[in-house]
């Protein structure tokens, strides 16, 4: 294990150098070998230690420092590295001490001074310690941690920000024994989670998205001025358009305001998308597509939000929230649509404890054995059912419909209707919604009598649609009704181009009112709702780009 220190501490330079010297020749290659002159800069190491989320195998102490022994430091060490196994370096007259100390600090082992022969009298009893502290399971390489509130929406979003980003951690919760030591390493305490401790080492109190981005490795910042192409939106048109574009040599620049992948990406089982007969889930669609968009050098931003476009011929700028902007000589709009909040008293409250839109799959271990309800009738709340399903002691789906032929896929419904424990309960919705610190209870109307009834759960997982959260573009580029972005022949009214409309031609097909900006997937008015067209429409807008781009 390559990670894990072996450290040593004693005040006598000369004892400290030779004990470090005689761990290293034996040691040296699989351990890394740590000297202190002072408890307190040994306990310092060992902090440091756990916030990079590394190894100590075994703590070897001398007993007579001044300010704090060896005892002292054990016993403060065992907070950190409760596993690490603890030897206390003595001299004959110090034996009674020593032998106290079995109890204090459950020493492992006191070693007599001087130890010569190491061969003889120290690395047989480091080799033992090292082979029991090899077959605990503490052992763990590093990696990201979040140390949080079991419910608290903050919480939540972390650990969701970092699930759909694909990056893997450890969720500790704070009023557990190591997350504790964790937040009292990085010298935090309760009222500053939720913690996320990187790999390096570094704890960042109740980060933002682009913080967090930014510290486990993902890109926040242009590395240019000018594009060929950027893209706006994530999810599969965006990658499909990214993919596609860069593929083809365009300077491609794809920005995100939250995680690849979209909507696609909090799918538990995509099962009709082409090539994949044995379904595939959201997140690894995901992750081959934006690896896919990296190997063609298409550049990608997490955590920033397109606010505003405006035409400076001959290109068009794209303004962040933050006032900075980038430009580009053409635009893949790809914003895709949001979820649709569930309107009843007391549900806001408590969006992120015990209330979640979508799948919010990092949550389905922590239903293991309890009632769940979903609202919604379609496709995505028919597979967060299947998926839930494998957790959960019951599932309740809840449709305002008589059933769910009319909204959901044949091959869902069979799926549905052949498991135990999934219950869809027709003609009703959710009312109210109320807890203290998460979701206790929810209030159910039969939509045919109006008879209430209060549910204990708290669990309530909602897809009811979605829409385009476009009005960021105000009028720029023309709308439908509904928000969503009209392109091609769609903006011709009676023959006649749009207002303002400069070119000699009519719009291309999935060309919005300003020249250069197309629109795909679920953003465009009358795309199909659906991870092939979407992708499809991606790699579509790339080559009218290359016409436009060619006809200027
Ligand atoms: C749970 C679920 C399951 C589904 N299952 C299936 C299925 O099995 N089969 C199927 O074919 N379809 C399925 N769908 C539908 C499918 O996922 C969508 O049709 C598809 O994701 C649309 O892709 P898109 O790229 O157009 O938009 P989206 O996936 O919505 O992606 C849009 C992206 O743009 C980002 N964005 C928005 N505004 C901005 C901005 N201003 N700046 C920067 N970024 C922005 C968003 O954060 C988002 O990541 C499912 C949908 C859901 C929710």
Known sequence: MQNAAILTVDDDPSVSR????????????????????????????????????????????????????????????????????????????????????????DLDHYLLKPWNPPEEKLYPVLDALLEAWLTTPAVTMPETKVVGHRWSARSFA?????????????????????????????????????VVITTDGKALARPT????????????????????????????????AAVYGASEGLRTLLVEQRATGGQ???????????????????????????????????????????????????????RFSDDTAVAAHTVVLATGVSYRLLDAPGLADLTGRGVFYGSAAIE???????????????????????????????VHILIRGDDLTRSMSRYLIDQIEGIANIEVHPNTEVVGGEGRDHLERLTLCDRRSGRVATVPTSWLFVFIGAEPRTDWLGDVVARDGNGYVLTGSDLLADGLRPAGWAPSRDPYHLESSMPGVFAAGDVRAGSVKRVASAVGEGAMAVSLVHRYLEGR
């Not at 490795?217 to 990658?239: E, F, H, K, N």
């Not at 597509?289 to 405006?310: C, D, H, I, P, S």
């Open 18 to 105: 030779s004990v470090a010297r005689d761990l290293r020749r034996r040691y040296g290659d699989r351990y890394r070998v740590i000297r202190a002159e002072s408890g307190s800069t040994a306990l310092d190491a060992l902090r440091e230690i756990k916030l990079r989320g590394e190894q100590v195998a075994v703590l070897l102490a001398d007993y007579r420092m001044p300010g704090m022994n060896g005892i002292e430091f054990l016993e403060a060490a065992m907070d950190v590295f409760p596993l690490a196994r603890r030897v206390l370096l003595t001299a004959y007259a110090d034996t009674d001490a020593a032998i106290n100390a079995i109890n204090i600090v």
């Open 158 to 194: 972390v650990r969701d920000f970092l699930a759909r980003n694909l990056v893997p951690y450890r969720w500790l919760r704070a009023d557990e024994a190591e997350g504790a030591r964790l937040l009292a390493a990085a010298g935090l305490g309760e009222a500053d989670v939720p």
């Open 209 to 240: 998205e682009t913080d967090l981005a930014a510290h486990v490795g993902m890109a926040t910042t242009p590395a240019s001025d000018l594009y060929d192409l950027a893209v706006i939106g994530g999810g599969p048109a965006g990658l499909g």
């Open 264 to 318: 696609a990406g909090q799918s538990s089982r995509i099962e009709n998308y082409l090539g994949f007969p044995d379904g595939v889930s959201g997140a690894q669609l995901t992750d081959r597509a934006r690896r896919q968009a990296q190997k063609f050098n298409a550049e990608m931003l997490t955590t920033r939000e397109v606010v505003g476009l405006e035409r400076q011929d001959p290109v068009t700028l794209l």
């Open 364 to 394: 389905a271990p922590n239903c293991s054995g309890e009632e769940i309800y979903i609202v919604g009738g379609a496709n995505s709340a028919g597979q967060g059912a299947v998926y839930f399903s494998r957790f959960a002691r019951r």
